[in-house]
């Protein structure tokens, strides 16, 4: 088991456009360790760059929730092509600890991506697996939950916001300096 750092809004690689998945050969070792790290911090979708990976993956299960069909996922280089009617939920997200925000999104996505094997799937997808699939690919686009409300509703976590950006960005630049 390899547990890996849940990286925090304010960390620049969570603003960034991640890179495409072009060899396969090594991911199974790194779904591993994101399912690890994703079911340590009880959450149900986990994007590459939240663990500082810039890769276009991520993974869902939200098997506590949907009991009927296949209900633990990985996405490769997902795409977005289509969408249709709107719903609420109320997002968390474990880049924002303790941070969770009513999120109006698309009820169905047409999705298409590539499995670990590198083939290509398009399906049409409603529920809560296309609320999870739209708030990872947002990660991967360096789009985070407190950007898809308005400035009134952002203003009521400001505070959380900020204190969460300071210990991120102290942690990147740590993070950076390590590298060297
Ligand atoms: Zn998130």
């Not at 088991?1 to 060899?23: A, N, Q, S």
């Not at 994703?38 to 979708?45: A, F, L, T, V």
């Not at 529920?127 to 708030?135: D, K, P």
Request: net charge negative; charged share 30%; with cysteine.
């Amino acid at each position: 088991m390899g547990l890996m750092e849940v990286v925090h809004y304010g960390d620049p690689i969570l603003r960034k456009k991640c890179k495409p998945v072009t060899d396969f050969e090594k991911l199974p070792r790194l779904i591993e360790d994101m399912f690890d790290t994703m079911y340590e911090e009880n959450g149900i979708g986990l994007a590459a760059n939240q663990v500082g990976i810039d890769l276009n993956l991520f993974i869902i299960d939200i098997s506590d929730f949907e009991k009927e069909g296949e209900s633990i996922h990985v996405f490769i280089n997902g795409e977005i092509l289509d969408t249709s009617g709107e719903s609420w939920f109320e997002e968390g997200c474990l880049s924002i600890p303790d941070v969770r925000l009513d999120v109006k999104r698309p009820e169905t996505i047409t999705f298409k991506y590539q499995d670990e094997s590198g083939d290509e799937h398009t399906e049409e997808i409603s529920g809560l697996l296309a609320r999870a699939i739209q708030h990872e690919i947002d990660h991967l686009n360096g789009v985070f939950i407190v950007d898809r409300v308005t400035a009134t509703t952002k203003m009521t976590v400001n505070k959380t916001l900020k204190s969460i950006e300071i210990d991120a960005v102290s942690k990147a630049k740590y993070r950076k300096a390590f590298v060297l």
